[in-house]
């Protein structure tokens, strides 16, 4: 079956870095899009980054643009997102996502997604 699991969430100083890890099995892993999201306490889930199967192509929300970046390694399985010059404002969970169409473009729409890892907790102290 089709799994995705997160790693490396913690607590970091502002200014500090993290890198989330997603490890995916069940599917070939270079036929899909994948996007990671946030959510942090009593707000909606939001778009954080996501990337093209082939690699090529990566897009990022305004207010992680220039901090964060967003890589996978097909030999691997494994979808990274690299994060930077981290802000308060960045605490909140991080998911990995599963693109729903097969060899399909990466969205930043949570409902194209069909795969969802459990998050991890990002808190970034002041």
């Known amino acids: 079956q089709v799994q995705l699991v997160e790693s490396g969430g913690g607590l970091v100083q502002a200014g500090g870095s993290l890198r989330l890890s997603c490890v995916v099995s069940?599917?070939?892993?270079?036929?899909?899009?994948m996007g990671w999201f946030r959510q942090a306490p009593g707000k909606e889930r939001e778009f954080v980054a996501d990337?093209?199967?082939?690699?090529?192509?990566?897009d990022y929300a305004d207010s992680v643009k220039g901090r964060f970046t967003i890589s996978k390694d097909n030999a691997k399985n494994t979808l990274y997102l690299q994060m930077n010059s981290l802000k308060p404002e960045d605490t909140a969970v991080y998911y990995c996502?599963?693109?729903?169409?097969?060899?399909?473009?990466?969205?930043?729409?949570?409902?194209?997604?069909?795969?969802w890892g459990q998050g991890t907790q990002v808190t970034v102290s002041s």
């Open positions: 996502a599963r693109i729903g169409r097969l060899y399909g473009d990466p969205s930043r729409r949570d409902w194209e997604y069909d795969y």
């Open positions: 990337i093209t199967w082939s690699a090529d192509v990566t």
């Open positions: 069940g599917y070939t892993f270079n036929r899909r899009a």
